[in-house]
């Protein structure tokens, strides 16, 4: 049976006692969650022991696909850190992926109830009334497409990406995510084409009266709407 090599990977486990300066260098977590990731992703990752090949343990598994995201690295330089091979890697992010979109699906839901009702008050102390959430989109760094037109990909700060647009309240908590369009794409476009817009549209997502607001607003990558406002620099 062939063994694996190591890497930085072999600092991050438990027998190495990794610091907890070093998780959230390496993994922007605390070891605390990242343990409580790999408990509760394990029973979906856990790999069989092949003729081949020792299997990834899920721990193994979910430190690569965390470094990968937090790192931006590409897989060529990450999965060799990882001791693991390009192959591998790729399907170490698509299988975590899948893992957490299952279990913690509802760790990424808009506010409702007594949550919902926090949020607002929240905001609407800050000046900002009937506001659910700011939003953004930022760039996930990835490798020249193979089987896609690069230059859809091409971003801004040239280089190759897929666009992640995000919506958080002021606890920086999660509401909404909506990820995988071209790096080319404009935040314009990018809102209109997600579940989100066609949500507000369809009146499921904000259902208070309108409300004029006391001062200036101007736009800085979103066009200015009902449900999008972004307050001038005083």
């Given at each position: 049976?062939?063994?694996?090599?190591?890497?930085?990977?072999?600092?991050?486990?438990?027998?190495?006692?990794?610091?907890?300066?070093?998780?959230?260098?390496?993994?922007?977590?605390?070891?605390?969650?990242?343990?409580?990731?790999?408990?509760?992703?394990?029973?979906?990752?856990?790999?069989?022991?092949?003729?081949?090949?020792?299997?990834?343990?899920?721990?193994?598994?979910?430190?690569?696909?965390?470094?990968?995201?937090?790192s931006g690295e590409t897989y060529e330089s990450s999965s060799c850190s990882?001791?693991?091979?390009?192959?591998?890697?790729l399907v170490a992010v698509r299988d975590v992926t899948a893992a957490l979109?299952?279990?913690?699906?509802?760790?990424?839901?808009?506010?409702?109830?007594?949550?919902?009702?926090?949020?607002?008050?929240?905001?609407?102390?800050?000046?900002?009334?009937?506001?659910?959430?700011?939003i953004d989109c930022t760039h996930i760094f990835i490798d020249k497409p193979?089987?896609?037109?690069?230059?859809?990909?091409?971003?801004?700060?040239?280089?190759?990406?897929?666009?992640?647009?995000?919506?958080?309240?002021?606890?920086?908590?999660?509401?909404?995510?909506?990820?995988?369009?071209?790096?080319?794409?404009?935040?314009?476009?990018?809102?209109?084409?997600?579940?989100?817009?066609?949500?507000?549209?369809?009146?499921?997502?904000?259902?208070?009266?309108?409300?004029?607001?006391?001062?200036?607003?101007?736009?800085?990558?979103?066009?200015?709407?009902?449900?999008?406002?972004?307050?001038?620099?005083?």
């Amino acid at each position: 049976m062939k063994r694996r090599t190591g890497g930085p990977w072999e600092d991050l486990r438990p027998a190495d006692d990794a610091t907890e300066e070093y998780f959230r260098d390496k993994l922007q977590m605390s070891p605390r969650v990242f343990r409580e990731i790999v408990e509760n992703l394990s029973p979906i990752l856990q790999r069989r022991v092949t003729f081949y090949r020792e299997p990834l343990q899920p721990d193994h598994i979910v430190a690569y696909a965390l470094y990968r995201w937090a790192s931006g690295e590409t897989y060529e330089s990450s999965s060799c850190s990882f001791g693991i091979g390009r192959a591998s890697g790729l399907v170490a992010v698509r299988d975590v992926t899948a893992a957490l979109l299952s279990v913690y699906r509802e760790k990424v839901a808009w506010p409702t109830g007594v949550r919902k009702a926090v949020v607002l008050r929240a905001f609407a102390d800050k000046g900002f009334p009937n506001c659910h959430g700011c939003i953004d989109c930022t760039h996930i760094f990835i490798d020249k497409p193979a089987n896609a037109p690069p230059e859809d990909y091409y971003d801004r700060k040239r280089q190759f990406s897929v666009v992640a647009q995000v919506v958080v309240d002021l606890d920086l908590r999660v509401l909404d995510m909506f990820v995988g369009y071209p790096g080319s794409c404009h935040n314009v476009r990018v809102i209109h084409l997600s579940n989100l817009w066609s949500r507000a549209a369809a009146g499921e997502l904000f259902t208070g009266p309108p409300v004029l607001l006391p001062f200036q607003v101007q736009t800085n990558g979103y066009l200015l709407r009902t449900m999008v406002t972004r307050r001038a620099n005083e």
